[in-house]
């Protein structure tokens, strides 16, 4: 079975923190990528990788960056958390081509 | 206009009617489509996927493409209790690695 195991389930931080989410996988996939999901708005792309190193910008990508040292991970980063950055962050992989996306956990993330 | 759109809902059918779930999306040139199902306080899970016009079923789930009107859709036949949930549907945008999803439809399946 594809595995992707996102950090923590649950975190809290402060405002203006910087703040990494980590997410692994473990079946070799080209492709990562990081959503915030809020209610109302769905799923919303923030950043994706379509291989090691490589990363562009989705929809709302201001206030984050990416990292992909390595395939199987795909980190998140806060440069300094905001409350408007309150959040479910879900982490999703994937086969390049028409294929599925496998998500992990999500993190639920609460800046006060 | 956004990429894809689908009807926030609530859509509520009673248990065993049909429940009918539509999306559309804006790139004339996207070539798959998937339809996922999340269950309040987990991650989606992949129902169905179609890349052809027309439709395509599995067991009670039937998805429909129609690339003319850009429109894509989910029938949910002899629906249960247990298909209360939200539907997402999701397209990957034609050249790039680019992965949307709609903001998802709410279904309640009324016993």
């Known amino acids: 079975d594809v595995k992707v195991t996102q950090s923590s389930r649950y975190l809290v931080k402060r405002t203006g923190e910087k703040v990494f989410l980590e997410c692994v996988q473990d079946?070799?996939?080209?492709?990562m990528f990081w959503y915030r999901q809020d209610p109302g708005l769905g799923l919303r792309l923030i950043y994706f990788?379509?291989?090691?190193?490589?990363?562009e910008k989705g929809d709302i990508p201001e206030g984050y960056s990416v990292s992909r040292e390595k395939k199987e991970r795909f980190s998140l980063i806060l440069e300094s958390a905001s409350t408007n950055q309150t959040s479910m962050y879900l982490c999703?992989?994937?086969?390049?081509?028409?294929?599925?996306?496998?998500f992990g956990q999500g993190t639920r993330l609460t800046v006060v | 206009q956004k990429e894809v759109e689908q009807n926030s809902g609530p859509l509520s059918v009673p248990e065993g009617a049909i429940a009918s779930l539509n999306c559309t999306y804006s790139d004339r040139g996207s070539q798959s489509f998937f339809w996922y199902r999340q269950y309040s306080g987990k991650s989606p899970e992949l129902i169905m996927f179609?890349?052809?016009?027309g439709d395509k079923e599995d067991g009670r789930f039937t998805a429909q493409l129609n690339k003319a009107s850009q429109y894509v859709s989910l029938l949910i036949r002899d629906s249960q209790p247990s298909d209360s949930a939200t539907y997402l549907c999701a397209v990957e945008t034609s050249g790039t690695y680019k992965y949307i999803f709609g903001t998802g439809t709410r279904l309640k399946v009324l016993a």
């Open positions: 079946m070799d996939h080209e492709n």
């Open positions: 999703a992989s994937r086969v390049t081509g028409n294929t599925e996306a496998f």
């Open positions: 179609i890349y052809s016009n």
């Open positions: 990788s379509y291989d090691v190193k490589m990363k």
